[in-house]
């Protein structure tokens, strides 16, 4: 479980640090590459609660399995794509096998191991998960430097090999209570939501707020929510009781978690491409330049649990995401001549408030609802992290543009976003280049910072009380995972 764990959490991330060579390699824009990283969180975030009802219903051991198989064949697809349209599509798959995979790991693990032994490899399993997380852009830069950036997806073959025979082998069968329906209706319009606004975002950067295709998108995410509120009301089983939505406490919850992935996450792909293309550092240092950050992230998380056991989660979660906000405003101070080590204190300042969120936003979503909703509570959190980091991608993404087109034209602003640095050099001067991606930079920090800013201080309002609901020792699949992020 823990290996499986590792390669879909490890490909959240790994993808960062390769994103300019995926570009020069198979002539992607930017709105493509917002697509190679938003279509698999974004799969991940629409079906992560549809698949943990679907594997209680089939048999957990069963989805999980097949997940890896899906998981496995889409890399080999997104190793062997020749158009950014094929890799986006590939990367979507992967995302419905990750969701297969991550919907399982717990419930499986918990179904093994009682008491003692749970908390233990409970542990072992939360350490694996934020080592992921860690390595990710480091393991990114040394296969694209390497090998070359199709690697970062042909490794998880023998790996995916190796984790269906230990599964078969050593992992029983096991299943939810009986009578559990999955509630279809709702996993697809929750999908079409998420799907339809991170599209109308990466449209309003290529065509404007208000061009015609941007409107219908909103239009159509809209629709899709309504459709979800109406299903989630009627349905029997639903994926979201939305009762729990009345709960100031488990909706200050669900906006953290949400703001989190986001504002902690979503600019650093652009970071990436601004460090490489334009400062011209090598993946690898690329990789080892977020270091900081995820060194900062498990180190914390690591006392979190051992010296702040007792402290309530609203100071937790909403003092993580103020710092995580203070970080992201302390690295908007990039200008033409900028280094990347202008952003070591913002990364630190960030890494730290991950670590006081990571580990203890699912925890207080248990702790929000009653004890017959923890294993919904948990799968809700899990997945508007996806969906946070996804929409952060897609309007940090815009909002960098934007601001760039005051320097450049549109085209060239777009190029340049897109790691597209090399090809505008004979048409602009460096430090034009160089001047306009600091001040997008700036602009997606700033907002980031204010972001984090504000959502820690709902928490802070919002999940005034710890009281947990009485419960038994929690189902599996609701315990926190510690993903240090993506």
Request: net charge positive.
């Amino acid at each position: 479980m823990c290996l499986g764990t590792f390669m879909l959490l490890l490909d959240v991330t790994i993808v960062v640090v390769a994103l300019p060579d995926m570009a020069g390699s198979l002539h992607a824009s930017l709105s493509d590459l917002q697509w190679v990283v938003d279509a698999y969180a974004l799969a991940l975030a629409a079906l992560l609660l549809g698949a943990g009802a679907a594997a209680d219903l089939l048999g957990r051991r069963r989805v999980h399995v097949t997940g890896v198989v899906l998981f496995a064949v889409a890399s080999l697809l997104c190793g062997l794509s020749t158009a950014p349209t094929v890799l986006v599509a590939a990367r979507a798959l992967q995302g419905v096998g990750a969701a297969a995979m991550l919907a399982t790991t717990l419930p499986l693990l918990g179904s093994v191991y009682q008491g003692r032994q749970r908390s233990a490899a409970l542990g072992v399993w939360g350490a694996v998960s934020g080592g992921a997380a860690a390595v990710g852009p480091v393991v990114g830069g040394l296969l694209t430097e390497g090998p070359g950036w199709r690697w970062i997806f042909f490794v998880n073959l023998p790996v995916s090999v190796v984790e269906v025979w230990l599964t078969l082998r050593v992992v029983p069968e096991s299943r939810g209570p009986r009578g559990m329906r999955v509630d279809w209706a709702g996993m697809a319009s929750f999908a079409g939501f998420g799907g339809g606004v991170t599209y109308a975002v990466v449209r309003a950067g290529e065509d404007g707020w208000t061009a015609p295709a941007t409107l219908v998108a909103f239009g159509c995410a809209a629709l899709a929510l309504v459709v979800f509120v109406l299903v989630e009301r009627r349905a029997a089983h639903p994926l979201l009781d939305l009762a729990l939505l009345r709960r100031p406490a488990f909706v200050g919850v669900m906006l953290g978690a949400f703001a989190f992935n986001g504002v902690a996450f979503g600019v650093t792909p652009y970071l990436s491409i601004w460090m490489q293309t334009l400062l011209g550092i090598s993946p690898v240092r690329g990789g080892l330049t977020l270091l900081p950050m995820t060194v900062a992230a498990m180190i914390v998380a690591v006392l979190v649990g051992r010296l702040l056991h007792g402290v309530p989660a609203r100071l937790t979660i909403g003092g993580g995401l103020l710092l995580i906000g203070t970080g992201s405003l302390c690295q908007a101070v990039l200008d033409a001549g900028a280094s990347w080590t202008a952003l070591v204190p913002g990364f630190v300042l960030v890494g730290v408030g991950t670590g006081l969120v990571a580990p203890t936003v699912a925890g207080a979503a248990l702790a929000a609802v009653p004890a017959e909703r923890a294993g919904m509570a948990g799968g809700a959190v899990n997945t508007v992290r996806q969906l946070g980091y996804a929409l952060g991608v897609a309007v940090f993404g815009t909002v960098l543009t934007s601001r760039m087109t005051g320097t450049l034209p549109s085209g060239a602003a777009h190029a340049l976003a897109g790691g597209g640095a090399g090809a505008l050099r004979g048409g602009f001067p460096e430090h034009t280049l160089r001047a306009a991606f600091a001040s997008g930079l700036n602009t997606a920090l700033v907002l980031a910072g204010l972001a984090g800013l504000v959502a820690g201080a709902l928490v802070l309002l919002l999940v005034r009380a710890d009281r947990p609901a009485p419960r038994k020792v929690p189902d599996a699949k609701t315990e926190p995972a510690v993903t240090a992020g993506r």
